[in-house]
């Protein structure tokens, strides 16, 4: 059974950016204008705004939001146009939050739009001890991915850039998520091609090699010829032997692959990974996976959210307009 509530903003007129919900699902981030209002979930399984927010300068506009691993405690990044600040929630006189990060610490030139902003997991493989990383994209063309490493976790203060990953012309990126195992590092950008005004994109495969301390670019995981990519999403792999991936573009498309080797790109189950056409003809905005990357949830341009479930291939299970009336 699908329970759904509308929250309510006590602001008439705000747009919401984004949304971010904790690792534990206890609490969500959600981002509109200029300011960042807390969500946590009661006893009664109920969301209620928490009293203490983030609002920023009336200049700045939020469009991304994201939570670290809670090893690090309630710890938020959110970026503007052009900059991306590090807060902390402290429980000292009464709870507030603390903007860590100095004056333009994590910042790109004026003309510079961030278009996404992903913490890395605690355990990323991708440095020798637990450390807490960042990656987020540009606007720029060709297309980049900086990463950049917080010196003391306790003081969330220092950032140091630490590598880049550099796209190729026409290309910009767009979007991007971060998978880690015991094994291995993985990353995929979603793209748009600025020579033909954003309705071409594809979705690009990369690895960390820790021998040469670099991400390997790998293979293209599908191209989208009618839209840029909005949004990439690995499922959660508990134990599988091969990834799967959603992607949103001009609508849903699954993918699953293995690196064989650990570099030749390999589909597989291209046919369990079909979607159904009939509900799968709209813009896909958003994706989020269930635990255990058995279901799928997507947003679009009707307004509606859809559930997909995979059996012989992904249909859809549920349909949800914004008021939370099933449809």
């Not at 094994?183 to 820790?210: C, H, K, M, P, W």
Request: net charge neutral; glycine share 6%.
């Amino acid at each position: 059974m699908v329970v759904s509530t509308a929250l309510q903003d006590k602001y008439p007129g705000y747009c919401v950016k984004d949304v971010a919900i904790n690792w534990h699902g206890t609490k969500m981030a959600v981002c509109s204008n200029n300011c960042v209002d807390i969500w946590s979930k009661n006893s009664h399984e109920q969301w209620v705004k928490d009293p203490i927010g983030i609002d920023l300068d009336k200049s700045k506009v939020i469009k991304r939001v994201t939570w670290a691993h809670p090893e690090f405690g309630q710890v938020l990044a959110m970026s503007t146009l052009n900059e991306i600040t590090i807060w902390e929630f402290t429980a000292e006189g009464g709870g507030s939050w603390i903007n860590r990060t100095s004056p333009s610490s994590i910042s790109e030139p004026r003309h510079l739009v961030i278009n996404d902003v992903k913490f890395s997991p605690a355990y990323s493989g991708v440095v020798e001890k637990p450390s807490l990383e960042l990656a987020y994209c540009t606007d720029s063309s060709p297309g980049e991915v900086r990463f950049w490493s917080c010196k003391n976790t306790n003081l969330l203060k220092d950032w140091d850039k630490v590598r880049d990953i550099k796209g190729k012309e026409p290309f910009t990126f767009t979007c991007l998520d971060w998978y880690v195992s015991p094994t291995e590092s993985l990353i995929a950008l979603g793209t748009q091609d600025n020579t033909v005004r954003e309705q071409a994109g594809e979705v690009r495969l990369y690895s960390f090699d820790a021998n040469r301390k670099a991400w390997i670019y790998r293979d293209i995981i599908t191209r989208c010829l009618n839209s840029r990519v909005y949004d990439v999403s690995f499922a959660p792999n508990p134990g599988r032997s091969f990834h799967t991936i959603a992607v949103a573009a001009s609508n849903l498309e699954v993918k699953s692959f293995r690196l064989e080797g650990g570099e030749r790109l390999s589909l597989v189950r291209e046919k369990e990974n079909a979607v159904d056409e009939t509900e799968n003809r709209v813009q896909v905005w958003r994706l989020s996976w269930s635990c255990l990357g058995t279901s799928l949830c997507t947003t679009g341009d009707d307004g509606l959210l859809r559930m997909w479930k995979n059996s012989a291939r992904w249909e859809c299970t549920r349909r949800l307009k914004w008021t939370g009336v099933e449809q």
